[in-house]
């Protein structure tokens, strides 16, 4: 895709920054539970977000279009249901929620919570599409349950979507993880009594924290222990049954072949996750962009314009002998350049099968590229130069500018650092905050958004309009910026100042925090 795409920016990000953002330090390492110590409990974060993405899915009816991945496991009426029993789903609910935002649904934030502790531990990488919706309300009952038989699951999975050699494959593939809780099922798990399983978690195979074909090798080799094979308890050896249920073919493909295993895996589990209710369009899946700016800034500063941000640049180890240079261009098509500070690399563990991607980010922002105002940028590129190129000759370096487009930034609409605190000692305190619009772009509104949650947990936008300034007010800094100013008070929400330029509602993303303003003079 083309940068800047909010949603498709945000998606990117937390799907390949993984070290950068609130999913993978949860899955490091792969036994991390964070509501005892680790490895101690027998149970894992990663677990628990592989078995909530399912539970989400399992509702899905691909008769009438119902269900599917779409958050609506959150609803206490669906958790409350027999078959969602146990803590996992509001433990990762608590953790993941926090992930979510307007461009990214809590939706996507399970999805990529899933795909996460599977690449993180050990799994294969996973295709990724975002664009899943909230649900409203909660979906019809639909999870398997170990108790039932086989003709019943079989029809389950296939109201889901998928044939009998695909169930086969997806409970082997979510049954590499975890295992089965005593508290939650006393009658197929026994109290274990053991200090280091405290929740007496019976796992389904010998490596309840990585993904392997284990599950597939011991169930062929007669060495499984997996609950829901060998319980005491026929009934509820729902693993055996399915597992068994082609003559064991498919597992014995698995267990000669963990290549197998994971290939099958990534494409069971990425069907499994875009499995979505009709009527939702998913994107494409998401590939990360070779370079791309992030955190971009632009705060004006009477005639001037300070210019921030940073850039990515993907699958690029950290280097000293490394010049890159940001290439600007301004309204009247006159070109800039500055030279760009390291900031340190980051890793991903989007590789899958336990590798990580070093990313190099690139910063200005301190006090970042200074502008003439009315100038302004109207898109940038970047320059890469490696040992001994030289920057200055302009000679060799590698362009990223997405085929010759470069990257769009949106001046139109800037912070000014005019805004202040009128009353820095009330509480909450009270402050004004002042925006530049742009002279001579179309800009009809210029509103402070506020994130909110909806009556049933969706993430929805509250917009509060500026005024627009009188035209004699004489209130313009600048000639090539007029101040719209709004009166706020600080609030626990995160504040963004949005505007309608040119009839389209752009976000300039940049984070209010009132606290941070000086006194008005
Ligand atoms: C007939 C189908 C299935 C049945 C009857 C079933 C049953 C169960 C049961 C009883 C547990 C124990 C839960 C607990 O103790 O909290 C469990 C755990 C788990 N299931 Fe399934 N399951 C099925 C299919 C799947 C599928 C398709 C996936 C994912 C692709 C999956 C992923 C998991 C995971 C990761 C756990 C471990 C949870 C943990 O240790 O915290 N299951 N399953």
Redesign the pocket.
Known sequence: YIWPSPQLDALESLRFDTDRHQLAPFVQPCTFFIFEVAGKS???NA??W??T??HDM?THNNVDGTGGMDASIRFPEEQARAEN????FNNTLRIVGPAANRYVSLADVLALAAITAIENCGGPSIPFRGGRIDAAAPNAPG????Q?DLAT?TA??KRQGFSKTE?IG??A?????????H???PD??PDLNDTSNTQS?A??DGT?VAFDNSVASQYIANTTRNP?VVGTNAT?N??AR?FGSDGGKVMRGFASSPALFASTCAS??AR?LDTVPSGVVLSEVLSPLPAKPDALQLTLDGDKLLFAGEVRFWNTPDSSSRTVLLLGTDHSNHTFNATLVSAGTASSSSAGAGQTITNAWYSFDDPGVVLDAAAGVTRISFSVYENGEDAKKKTKGKVFDQGGRGFAVQDAVVFSKTSCLTKPNAQPVEGRLDVGVRTGAKVTRVFLEEEVKDSVGRITVVETDFPRPAPAAGNSTSKAYTIWSLPTTQSSAKHTVGAEIDGVKVSTGRVVVLTNLPACA
């Open positions: 027998g149970r894992s677990a628990d592989i078995r993405a399912y399992a029993v146990a803590d996992g999870v398997p349950q170990p039932e699951h389950t999975f169930m997806l409970v593939c979510g049954h590499t993880f975890g295992g089965v809780a508290a939650p099922f197929i798990v978690v796992h389904f309840p829901l509820t729902s693993d399915i069971l589990f499994m």
